[in-house]
């Protein structure tokens, strides 16, 4: 089993619809992140949790939110889905325990079509 | 400015020859790291290797190398002996201090042609 889970894999929904990205981990890490990626653009960073009860705005966080269910799951929704969200997406965790050497881990990505 | 700059947006190398991807940053933290990541068609995320701001060397992982040039911050991904199956799209990334946000550059499609 993947260490980083996201559901679904792939979503193609209508404009104004609501959506939510899950996001679920079994690597014991306390910090997760959600991203974006576009063509050209790389990954973008949209929301991260350092843990529970700390959830922190990324750089393109407007129109998305979040939610830490619980150390291992960390969702994203968007609201009312515009076209411009149409991306793949991507989970990440992280330890803040070990040395900073380590790189995050990425779940396979969700790619999002809005219609 | 952009953190991490990819200045290459697509590159060509010949199968078995070795192929050198730009990567440049900026940060004023004299403790950063540094990381390459491929990301194939299937569009996963794999890691390759990492460089820390004071490791004295290089850093090498089988057929990746780091050119670690600190002066001219710079941390170029070197592959060796290129194979079909590393056409993929390379991303140069950062972690600066030790918060663990990364900030990713805008990436450079590496294509093997046989």
């Known amino acids: 089993d993947a260490d980083v889970t996201q559901t679904p894999r792939n979503r193609i929904t209508k404009t104004g619809k609501r959506i939510m990205l899950e996001c679920s981990q079994t690597k014991g890490h306390d910090r997760m992140y959600w991203y974006r990626q576009d063509p050209g653009l790389g990954l973008r960073l949209i929301y991260y949790?350092?843990?529970?009860?700390?959830?922190n705005k990324g750089e393109i966080s407007d129109g998305y939110s979040v939610s830490r269910q619980a150390q291992a799951k960390f969702s994203l929704s968007l609201e009312s889905a515009i076209p411009n969200q149409t991306a793949l997406y991507f989970c990440?965790?992280?330890?803040?325990?070990?040395?900073?050497?380590?790189?995050?881990?990425f779940g396979d990505g969700t790619r999002l079509s809005i219609l | 400015a952009q953190k991490i700059t990819q200045t290459q947006p697509g590159m060509f190398v010949q199968e078995k020859e070795a192929v050198t991807l730009d990567c440049t940053y900026d940060?004023?933290?004299?403790?950063?790291?540094l990381f390459w990541y491929k990301q194939p068609s299937s569009g996963e995320m794999i890691f390759l290797i990492y460089?820390?701001?004071?490791?004295?060397q290089n850093a090498t992982e089988g057929r990746y190398s780091l050119n670690f040039q600190k002066a001219r911050k710079s941390a170029n991904l070197v592959i060796s002996a290129s194979q079909l199956g590393d056409s993929a799209m390379y991303f140069c990334?950062?972690?600066?201090?030790?918060?663990?946000?990364?900030?990713f550059g805008t990436g450079t499609k590496l294509q093997v042609i046989p």
């Open positions: 460089q820390g701001s004071y490791d004295q």
């Open positions: 940060t004023s933290d004299p403790s950063y790291g």
């Open positions: 990334a950062m972690r600066e201090g030790r918060g663990q946000k990364v900030t």
């Open positions: 949790s350092f843990d529970v009860k700390d959830i």
């Open positions: 990440a965790t992280s330890d803040s325990w070990t040395d900073s050497n380590q790189p995050q881990h």
